[in-house]
C-alpha cells in the first residue's frame, strides 16, 4: 500500500506548515496476509458479505449491530488489517453526519427529553444512530473482503456461484465480464485521480483580481483534458492486457481456489449467527 502524501495547510506562513493526510480510498486494495480469512475461498467470504447484510436488512435491532459488529470485529483481528488499511475520509464528511444527527435529534419521536427549552428526541436520535452503525458494519464487512481477496479471484468465485442461473439463460457471464472489470478499474480511476490532484497541486498559484475566475476555466480545461488522455491510455494498456490473457472470455471462464473444509465451517457458523438474528428479529 502506498504511503499517505502530506500536503501543506492553505494559508498558513512557511514557518508553521503543517502535514495533513488527504482523504484516500482503500477498499479495493489487497492486504498482503497469510491468515485464515486471506485463504479462504472468495465465494465463501462474498456469501458471508451478503449474509450479513440481509440479517442487517431483516432485524435491525441494537442486538444485531452488537453481533455483527463482533462478527466483524474477529474477522478484522484474524486477517490482521492494520489501521492504515482504512480511508482517510474528507472532514466534511464527518460534519454531514452531525448535522443530520443535530436534525434528527430535534425532531419530535418519542421518547423526547427537554433540556431546558430544548428538547431532544431520543427515539429519531437512537434510531439514526442504530442505522449509522449497521451502515458502517457492512461497509466494513465489504471492506474486508477486499483487503483480503485478489481483484482476480473475484470473476471466478462469481461465476461459480452463479452457474446455477445459466440454466435459466441468463447472461451471467456478461455480467461477471462488466463487475470484474469495473472492479480492475477502479483503483487505477482512484490512482489517476490522486495523481492529476498532485500535479494540480504543485502548479497551482492563487491569482488576484479578475484573473481569478479565467484561471478557474482554464485549471478546468486542463484537468477535463487530461483526464481524457489518461483514461484512453489505461484503456488501451488494459485492453492489450486482456487480450495477452486471452480475452474477455477468459476472465469468467479463469480458475479459482477451491471450497474446503475451512470454508464450509465459515459459513456455517455466519450462517447460524445471520439465521438467529433474523428469528430472534421477527419475535
Known amino acids: ?17 503543517r502535514p495533513r493526510r488527504e482523504a484516500e480510498i482503500t477498499f479495493l486494495r489487497l492486504v498482503p496476509g497469510d491468515s485464515a480469512v486471506h485463504r479462504l475461498w472468495a465465494g465463501t467470504k462474498l456469501l458471508a458479505a451478503t449474509e450479513v447484510a440481509i440479517a442487517a436488512s431483516i432485524a435491525p435491532s441494537w442486538l444485531t449491530l452488537l453481533v455483527l459488529a463482533c462478527v466483524v470485529g474477529m474477522a478484522l483481528l484474524v486477517a490482521q488489517i492494520p489501521l492504515g488499511a482504512f480511508p482517510r475520509l474528507p472532514r466534511g464528511l464527518y460534519l454531514f453526519v452531525l448535522l443530520g444527527l443535530a436534525l434528527d435529534a430535534i425532531s419530535s419521536a418519542k421518547p423526547v427529553v427537554h433540556l431546558g427549552a430544548l428538547p ?74 490522486r495523481t492529476l490532484a498532485a500535479a494540480r497541486r504543485l502548479r497551482r498559484h492563487e491569482p488576484t483580481g479578475g484573473r481569478r475566475r479565467g484561471r478557474v476555466v482554464v485549471e478546468i480545461h486542463d484537468l477535463v483534458s487530461t483526464a481524457i488522455v489518461v483514461s484512453l491510455r489505461r484503456a488501451h494498456d488494459l485492453a492489450d492486457a486482456i487480450t495477452a490473457r486471452g480475452g474477455i472470455a477468459a476472465i469468467s471462464s479463469a480458475t479459482d481456489d477451491r471450497f474446503g473444509w475451512a470454508d464450509a465451517i465459515t459459513l456455517l457458523l455466519v450462517s447460524a449467527v445471520c439465521a438467529a438474528l433474523a428469528l430472534a428479529g421477527r419475535r
Open 1 to 17: 500500500m502506498s504511503s499517505p502524501a502530506a500536503t501543506r495547510t492553505p494559508g498558513a506562513p512557511d514557518g508553521g506548515d
Open 120 to 193: 431532544i428526541s431520543f427515539g429519531a436520535l437512537g434510531d439514526a444512530v442504530l442505522f449509522l452503525g449497521l451502515g458502517v458494519v457492512l461497509i466494513v464487512s465489504a471492506a474486508v473482503v477486499g483487503w483480503t481477496t485478489p481483484l482476480g479471484s473475484v470473476a471466478p468465485a462469481l461465476a461459480r456461484l452463479t452457474r446455477p442461473l445459466r440454466a435459466l439463460r441468463i447472461p451471467v457471464d456478461e455480467w461477471i465480464v462488466a463487475l470484474a472489470l469495473a472492479l480492475r478499474c477502479l483503483p487505477l480511476l482512484v490512482d489517476e485521480m
